[in-house]
């Protein structure tokens, strides 16, 4: 008889344990052992146990074990959660297991040794038929769904709790958010006006209510949202860096004269745009988008373009806004210089075209969306011993929760958007797919989106040089790790599981639009490793970036409106403060408005930060000291970061990789 210590880690997480039977079976190259039952295992959270397997010969080197779960008679049935298991064989050799999964009784659980392989690696049979069934079983647990024509797929489910338990939010973030979204109206003390329909009758009165629950950036904007610079301010460094551009000739429909503007020094509007210093934000996407009806009352949106200055103390500045896109004597050009409320209101109708354009563009469909589509391709295609399975599986966790949670209680039928938001309805899905039709792989990827809008040497553009730098410290990780396991391209192209994952993407994320660029397969080792990090960019830094400041900048309602409730000015010289109020949305939307963004901004106290991995899904050496070079990397930055932020008025944190989380779960 020889014998295996086995020794089994559950996970330390809410609800991991169990009380039930434990069975394992151990397979090898030259054999397997009978399935054992451990029943001197303790099975308690965090809970490290040991226990010996006796086989009558060597099974040779391992290849797999079946884990197997079995209820109690008289004790409940409960799923169990092992993060990995360690086997010691006679031979002395010690073997990973990576599990890091939900498993429950009545089914027996296929665990790899933890060395990656790609499909073409497999030298067993019992190894390509684990590989088979295991993306058997995933394709079945997670189909795709079409959630509206020209929009991404989604995960076919109805409902979070009709996921799979592996990717459902933990006992502890779904307790925490239930809370929070439950609360949130008391919580901001506004439940009393939840059901006022009336429009406010002073800022004042906005100024109280929105004084019971503030942060100190959400103070800041309250106190200076009327000033020019941070409306400017915003474009570069508020929750939707993604639009500004750099312009050296005005658009057709934007006849901005040089009479018009005001520029220092004697300088002109020409001579600006040939020196590079105007820029522009287009809100065309909107544009023939019929606004809903909220309360039985229409709403409005508008589709701006708003002209920028950068002055010669680097301060950028709004110069011009036309409402519509199509120039008209009903369709002004609204100038500083223009009355108080002529110029105020034409801002607030930007500020709130922009909750559109940030709240379905840049954070729904490119980060939310996208990181399903990879998540659930990732899941239906790779295995969990395929590398790129390994890198980015911590990317992916409770995208799918959270994402099912935002289809009921925001973007559904009865949701937010189509209670209380001018592209609620109809225009919603509209929106999404223009939106989606518009996307290109370069601005996904955030070296080229900088490039591409000219945005390379503007001042101030703390998202662009943070970014930047998350990217390449990213990058360089992804290259290490791919070029471990990928020796030359064409490893790259004998991978048929990794051809499949792309394939998926490009026909269920992108609809197969080739316009969009984005690979429809990968030929060589640079083009995978821009790929991968992208994907992994996507779905942590750039929702960090759209996600982490919308109480800060959206809190104060005026700021950030979520609807419109008048047509903007026809004419110079029709406003007031009385027709400001009367068009920014009620007392009852700007309430719901308040707890909706106060329940996105909150950190869960599960927050796996950006460069942690608290589940091993790695066993080589050379991948782990890439993860710990990665993080430490990650941790300089942060301290870059905040000894700038010690010189700022106003700190740029959202892409400190401390506040990052790994993946799209909020």
Not at 142 to 153: I, L, R, T
Not at 464 to 471: C, E, I, V, Y
Not at 570 to 577: F, I, L, P, R
Request: charged share 20%.
């Amino acid at each position: 008889m020889v014998n295996y210590e086995v020794t089994v880690y559950t996970g330390n997480r809410g609800h991991a344990s169990t009380v039930n039977n434990v069975h394992i079976k151990l397979v090898g190259a030259d054999g397997e052992s009978d399935l054992t039952w451990l029943k001197s295992l303790i099975t308690w959270r965090g809970s490290v146990s040991t226990y010996t397997v006796s086989c009558p010969n060597s099974l040779g080197r391992l290849l797999l074990i079946e884990l197997d779960k079995r209820q109690f008679v008289l004790f409940p049935d409960d799923a169990w959660f092992p993060d990995k298991v360690e086997i010691k064989s006679p031979e002395n050799d010690v073997y990973t297991f990576p599990v890091h999964c939900w498993i429950s009784s009545g089914e027996a659980h296929l665990s790899r040794e933890g060395t990656a392989l790609r499909i073409f690696d497999e030298s067993h049979s019992l190894g390509h038929n684990a590989r088979k069934k295991e993306l058997t079983r995933r394709s079945a647990d997670y189909e795709w769904d079409s959630y509206a024509p020209g929009v991404p797929h989604t995960i076919k489910a109805d409902g979070p709790r009709t996921l799979p338990f592996e990717v459902q939010f933990s006992f502890t973030k779904n307790t925490e958010f239930q809370f929070t979204a439950v609360t949130g109206l008391f919580e901001l003390h506004l439940k009393g006006l939840a059901c006022n329909q009336e429009n406010w009758k002073n800022l004042d009165d906005i100024n109280a209510v929105f004084h019971n629950k503030d942060t100190p950036l959400s103070d800041y904007v309250q106190e200076h949202w009327m000033e020019d610079w941070l409306f400017a301010y915003q474009f570069l460094n508020g929750v939707n860096p993604t639009l500004i551009q750099r312009i050296k000739t005005l658009p057709e429909n934007f006849p901005v004269t040089d009479e018009m503007v005001a520029i220092p020094d004697g300088s002109n509007l020409s001579n600006e745009l040939k020196q590079g210093n105007v820029y522009l934000c287009d809100y065309k996407n909107l544009d023939g988008i019929l606004a809903h009806s909220i309360q039985g009352r229409q709403q409005h949106l508008v589709t701006p373009l708003v002209l920028l200055h950068k002055r010669p103390d680097d301060k950028l500045m709004p110069i011009a806004i036309q409402l519509k896109q199509t120039p008209a004597k009903d369709n002004p050009i609204f100038l500083p210089t223009d009355s108080t409320y002529d110029w105020l209101t034409a801002k607030i109708f930007v500020r709130s075209a922009e909750f559109v354009e940030h709240e379905l563009h840049a954070h729904l469909l490119r980060t939310h969306l996208l990181a399903e589509i990879f998540a659930v391709s990732l899941l239906r295609n790779l295995p969990m011993v395929h590398p790129l399975y390994k890198l980015l599986i911590p990317h992916t966790r409770y995208t799918m929760h959270i994402n099912e949670l935002a289809r009921d209680k925001l973007i559904g039928p009865t949701g937010f958007f189509n209670n209380f938001a001018a592209s609620g309805g109809e225009a919603l899905t509209k929106i999404l797919a223009r939106s989606l039709s518009s996307i290109t792989y370069r601005s996904l990827c955030i070296p080229d989106d900088i490039a591409d809008r000219d945005l390379q040497d503007i001042p101030n553009f703390y998202y662009r040089d943070d970014g930047l730098k998350l990217w390449s410290i990213m990058f360089k990780f992804v290259q290490g790790v791919i070029q471990y396991y990928y020796k030359s391209d064409d490893e790259v192209q004998r991978d048929s599981e990794l051809q499949t994952w792309i394939g998926d993407i490009f026909q269920y994320g992108f609809l197969s639009q080739p316009q969009s660029g984005i690979p429809q397969n990968f030929t060589t080792v640079p083009e995978l490793t821009k790929f991968v990090t992208m994907v992994m960019y996507t779905s942590s830094c750039q929702h960090a970036a759209v996600n982490g400041g919308q109480y800060d900048y959206g809190g104060w309602m005026p700021n950030n409106p979520a609807t419109m409730q008048r047509p903007p000015p026809t004419k110079k010289g029709t406003t007031s403060e009385a027709t400001m109020l009367e068009t920014l949305p009620p007392i009852n939307v700007t309430v719901e408005t308040m707890a909706i963004l106060w329940l996105l901004s909150r950190k869960s106290s599960d927050f796996v930060p950006l460069g942690h991995y608290p589940e091993d899904h790695y066993t080589e050496a050379t991948p782990r000291q890439l993860q710990k070079d990665f993080k430490a990397e990650l941790d300089m930055l942060s301290i870059e970061i905040n000894n700038r932020n010690e010189g700022l008025e106003i700190p740029y944190t959202y892409l400190n990789p401390e506040y990052i989380e790994n993946s799209v779960s909020i």
